[in-house]
């Protein structure tokens, strides 16, 4: 069983740290940083960074401080000196800091991935060959494979080995940058098999080894799958999973207390509007927050509805109408877009990015890691964005960061996805001077640290 190993492990520092001589430093928080930024504002690089030479105090898991290395130096750790260096260095400790010098590396937020389907089992890559052939995510999934095939698996795998795989991913995410992640249920489809998916995912969570984590109901993602010849049709079958969710699932679900948020994949040939309409207002008076799967393969209504249920967040939205979208943007909606999964099913249908940037629209970017879409790195997501979907590496940095962050409360109320007093001391640290440079995609992560909140995941 693979177990994490990890710096995070470490008791957080008890004394300050300073990260001293930074290049471009991403603050992404010309004002208080807690709302989302639209437009041109996205990508201003005037108010977004600070030019090279700034650093950072950091005490316990908050940022203090972020000016000019010299006046933190004179301040809090005047027998320090720069190394002079070409490479990022210790400098030691130094009136209580621990001091590192970075050399003109450039610094950006912890990443903030605000859809994933963090937990399943099961390998569902022979669905490339199929997809290859000619067959469509509908046609894969009226064959018994898709989120079914995924079912099956999760079902069948223990719960030692969900959570050792969770820790294996959950590595993975934070290796690419992401330091605040959501995991939704929603590959078990029953009241035993999604409680046990959320129970996991809490595990995952109360481990000092794991970054924060929101935690989501999915129990709306597909109508489980079916004994064979059951005479049913899928509509008879889809009506009684929604009585069972409303009457056994979601309370159980809100008596166990772990989920945030509901989610339904509300798209044709899945749930409806009217069905996730239900659900959603069902999960809200039980507290929960909504987010939503809407319009991934044709315009159904979805935005729309979203924008009726004050979601928080509208993801894939790719074939959402522009009045949808437009009445998302009104109530603060989010649009959230996963270019992830056009490019693994193959489609050159990328989302409307440019869309929301011409009209102001809040957006965000998340990973939707799932059996089909492989892939929990953030820089991979915007490195689609910024080459398909006429976005710069700034703008994508903020739907990221400070963006997917305006639209998913931190556990503990912090603030994230940006870098300012008071704002979690979550960081990745880039091997040049730019923070362009956190789209460059080699199959590898683009940083070359990471901290999540004041402990090193990956130290210099
Ligand atoms: O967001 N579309 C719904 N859910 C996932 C995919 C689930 C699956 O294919 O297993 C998504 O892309
Ligand atoms: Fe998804």
Redesign the pocket.
């Given at each position: 069983m693979r177990r994490i190993i990890s710096s995070l492990m470490q008791p957080a520092a008890t004394m300050g740290m300073l990260l001293l001589n930074a290049g471009w430093l991403a603050h992404i928080s010309p004002d208080a940083g807690t709302t989302p930024l639209t437009g041109d504002a996205m990508g201003d690089r005037d108010s977004l960074l600070h030019e090279p030479g700034y650093g950072l105090l950091i005490e316990d898991t908050l940022i203090q401080s972020v000016a000019p290395s010299e006046e933190l130096m004179d301040e809090h750790a005047p027998s320090a000196k720069l190394s002079g260096g070409t490479s990022p260095t210790s400098l030691g400790q130094h009136s209580g800091h621990d001091v590192f010098d970075l050399a003109g590396r450039a610094v950006v937020p912890g990443l903030v991935d605000a859809h994933t389907?963090l937990l399943w089992a099961g390998d569902?890559s022979h669905e490339a060959s199929l997809r290859r052939q000619g067959y469509s995510?509908h046609q894969i999934a009226e064959m018994g494979g898709?989120?079914a095939f995924?079912v099956r698996c999760t079902r069948d795998a223990t719960q030692d080995e969900l959570v050792s795989e969770g820790e294996h991913r959950l590595r993975l995410a934070m290796d690419h940058g992401t330091t605040f992640i959501e995991a939704k249920s929603?590959y078990g489809l029953d009241t035993k098999s999604e409680l046990a998916l959320l129970e996991a995912a809490d595990t995952l969570a109360k481990s000092t080894a794991s970054p924060p984590m929101r935690h989501t109901w999915l129990g709306a993602?597909a109508t489980p799958p079916s004994e064979e010849g059951d005479g049913r049709t899928e509509e008879s079958r889809r009506a009684a999973y929604v009585d069972e969710m409303l009457a056994e699932q979601l309370p159980a679900v809100l008596d166990q207390g772990i989920a945030d948020s509901v989610d339904v994949?509300c798209?044709p040939g899945w749930f409806t509007v009217e069905e996730t309409e239900e659900i959603c207002r069902a999960g809200a008076d039980g507290g929960l927050q909504v987010r939503l799967?809407v319009d991934?393969f044709e315009e159904g209504g979805g935005a729309a509805l979203a924008a009726e249920l004050r979601a928080r967040t509208a993801?894939?939205a790719a074939w959402s109408d522009s009045e949808g979208r437009a009445s998302c943007a009104r109530v603060g909606t989010l649009q959230g877009f996963?270019p992830g999964?056009p490019h693994v099913l193959g489609s050159d249908h990328w989302p409307p990015i440019r869309e929301c940037l011409d009209n102001r629209w809040p957006w965000t970017l998340a990973s939707?890691f799932?059996?089909?879409?492989d892939s929990l790195s953030l820089p991979f997501s915007a490195h689609l964005a910024v080459t398909h979907c006429g976005v710069d590496s700034l703008e994508a940095l903020v739907a990221c960061t400070r963006n997917a962050a305006s639209g998913m409360d931190h556990p503990r109320g912090l603030q994230t996805g940006t870098l300012r007093s008071a704002a979690a001391a979550s960081l990745n640290i880039l091997p040049g001077d730019q923070v362009d440079g956190w789209i460059q995609d080699s199959g590898e992560s683009p940083f070359i640290a990471t901290l999540v909140e004041g402990r090193w995941h990956r130290s210099l």
């Open positions: 389907h569902r995510y898709g989120i995924t929603g993602h994949f798209e799967h991934e993801d894939h996963l999964t939707d799932n059996p089909n879409c």
